[in-house]
């Protein structure tokens, strides 16, 4: 049955040589954008491009203010700081995301508790969130804190798995009640939508990601999304080393950070999402042809969107039966020119952070155990 697999996914890609899980694909402006940075010697913190990046997006994605940054990374430590996260604060995330997540909430000196994914988007459940919230939290005034540690829980941090997005209108409602800050962490949804709504804008500070094996990429970059111009400002000036603006002089007010992205990656941003209508389409066909392939199939299961969303199906996902199959299956594919991989080590099993509390985790252990990613590049 694997060898069937494999080659329909080598006739999906049509090629016999091996077929990689994500790489980027440069069938537009690209070299010619590029090639204006060069020429006018605006390659650096600096050009155009920058600001032309930032306001396309604030379009596509219905932002009020968009701030370009070096990478997604550094865009979720810097969401995290805007939205009040201090050291020894604890931010509520998912066992079940990239290391990048845990990382930013680390930057601060906070404290990471994992709480469990939903089985229909598998990104942070809010029923588990308010289970948790309910039996270890207390509100003293506008801040909640855990009764246990005594520490204040300021932030929550959802990740769109696979660009599915999670049950945001739940998920607001649960935080607000709690005066907890959402940062949606978004690297992977550019191009999702939840109730035909941009993911990353429902909450204070959305973070982006255009790494290489990302839906579009910059080589390296990350973007914040604001509804509060005032805050997205704020993020503009803290992320270009707090310079007060003035001809020759330098004078800056405040700690600031070098982390605005150059202008040739913006360059390659502009020319990407000007695509992404047609890359979107292209995604989306390929995860149709996954999903009609898999249809009969009862020991693979596709993931398929969840109800009320459109999903940009940035990496496609199939589930197996169990731990046993999805290693036998991960080995298969791989040792036979189709290139697939099991879902992140869960965070809570990584030295850095197996201390750290959970809840029961126990969907996202299901998950871990049988989630394979297919190819999933555009074609
Ligand atoms: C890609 C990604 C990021 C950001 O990664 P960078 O490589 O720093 O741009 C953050 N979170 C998740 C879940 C990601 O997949």
Redesign the pocket.
């Known amino acids: 049955m694997y060898k069937e697999v494999v080659s329909f996914i080598h006739e999906l890609y049509d090629t016999e040589e091996t077929v990689p899980l994500h790489v980027p694909a440069f069938r537009g402006n690209e070299k010619k954008y590029l090639n204006e940075c060069i020429d006018s010697t605006f390659v650096s913190s600096i050009g155009k491009f920058v600001d032309r990046f930032e306001e396309m997006m604030t379009e596509y994605t219905g932002a009020s203010k968009a701030v370009v940054c070096v990478?997604?990374?550094?865009?979720?430590h810097m969401a995290l700081m805007l939205a009040g996260v201090k050291r020894d604060d604890v931010v509520l995330t998912q066992a079940l995301?990239?290391i990048?997540?845990c990382n930013?909430i680390s930057y601060i000196g906070a404290h990471p508790v994992f709480i469990d994914v939903d089985k229909d988007t598998m990104g942070l459940s809010p029923v588990a969130l308010e289970v948790w919230l309910i039996e270890n939290t207390e509100i003293k005034g506008e801040n909640c804190y855990n009764k246990h540690t005594g520490r204040r829980i300021k932030a929550c941090v959802p990740?769109h798995?696979f660009g599915h997005p999670v049950h945001l209108d739940e998920l607001v409602e649960v935080c607000n009640r709690f005066h907890i800050n959402i940062v949606e962490?978004a690297?992977?949804s550019l191009g999702s939508f939840y109730k035909g709504k941009h993911t990353g804008t429902f909450s204070k500070v959305g973070?982006l990601?255009?790494?290489g094996?990302?839906t579009i990429t910059t080589g390296?970059?990350?973007m914040l999304l604001f509804q509060d111009e005032e805050l997205g400002g704020f993020a503009k000036h803290i992320t270009t080393q707090a310079k007060v603006p003035h001809r020759w002089e330098f004078v800056h007010d405040h700690i600031g950070y070098n982390y605005r992205m150059p202008n040739i990656n913006a360059a390659l941003g502009c020319a990407q999402l000007e695509q992404i209508g047609d890359i979107l389409e292209n995604k989306r066909q390929t995860a149709e042809k996954y999903k009609v392939y898999f249809e009969d199939n009862n020991d693979i299961k596709f993931f398929a969107e969840p109800i009320n969303c459109h999903s940009n199906y940035w990496l496609n996902a199939v589930i197996l039966k169990d731990k046993q199959s999805q290693q036998e299956f991960l080995k298969y594919t791989n040792d036979n020119g189709v290139m697939t991989r099991p879902i992140w080590e869960l965070m809570n099993r990584l030295p850095m952070f197996k201390d750290c509390e959970t809840d029961g985790l126990e969907n996202t252990q299901w998950f871990a155990d049988r989630v394979v990613n297919l190819p999933s590049s555009v074609r």
């Open positions: 990478n997604g990374t550094n865009a979720l995301t990239f990048a997540t930013a990740m798995t962490d690297a992977e973070v990601s255009f790494n094996n990302k390296g970059g990350g």
